[in-house]
């Protein structure tokens, strides 16, 4: 009779968390080694047109990116409102992208260059001057391989 | 000696989960683990300055013509179109099943370990934009096209190897990507008909 109560209390009160922290520390490394925290400061609005058959940008590595849009309200009395062009951390003009692709490129590895892919990522409301000018200035670059960024979605039945 | 082999021994690890999930909190708040998407496409190379004029006229009927204005309309070969039917004149102008003269003309092609298929390999869609042009509708027949072409490749694929495109070896999605239906969409200069930057 004494056994079975001893038995009882002992197994309310043990809860073993000693590997509490390394399931946590599993999820923590999880996450840091998914994060990316480069992520550039959009200073022009985007966004994103819808299309159905959107593709994956494979790596991220590969990846040069382009933001067109409309300036944020903070920058408008500066730089208007007119579409513009950010490439990193700044705006630019169409002139300024041959050398931000050469300058991309230089910074890839040798076998990743011809892999190079530049991702436009546009307003939707954008009007297409400007795009066709970038397009124009990657034709230059040689950066032939673009991805025109654009969420899953389809537009015709949204419309 | 007792004593002081358990102060040694014991280091509190209680506040270690408390700390790790501090950590975990605050790297699960900054991922971002949307991968981007996007449509892919090739741009033509640079043409050189002097063009040598040698390379022979695209005959009319190899030709698909789009336009779309800076009112967001779109005309297909001369004749306005909504965008929901853009998909299926697209297809029906790669495929011409009737063999009709206005369409491409079609051309019997050995193709190794699938015999003979008939194809149109002159076929072109060209496409034409304004400078005013909205980009999602711009985006949206770029869509349209690459749906066309999509459907047509998955059916090629279900006829001929058994299995959706996706799921074909590299090798037979080459086949159908390179010979059977080459993607062939020429974009003009826009032109700048009304206002436009």
Redesign the interface.
Known sequence: MSKFRKKEKRGVGGLNTASLPDIVFMLLFFFMVSTSMRDVELKVRVRNPEASEVTKLEKKSLVTYIYIGVPQHSFQSKFGTEPRLQLNDQFASVDDIQSYIVQERESMSENDRPLMTVSIKADYDCPMGIITDVKQALRKAQALKISYSARKGDYIANN | MAKGKRRVSEIN??S??DI??L??CF??M????N????????????VPEKIDDDTPPIKERNVFEILIN?QNQILVERAPMQ??DLKDAAKNFILNPMNEAHLPEKEAKELPGLGVVVVTPRATISLQ????????T???V???L??AY?ELRNEFAKAYFGAPYDDLTSEEQDIIRKEVYPQRISEA??R?VKG??
């Open positions: 690890a209680a270690m989960a790790a999930f950590l975990l790297f699960m900054v991922t971002t683990m991968t981007d998407t996007g449509l892919g496409r090739m741009l033509p190379p640079p800076s965008l929901k934009n304004d400078r005013g042009t909205q980009y999602q711009y985006l949206a770029q869509n349209e690459q749906k999509n200069e826009p700048n436009g930057k």
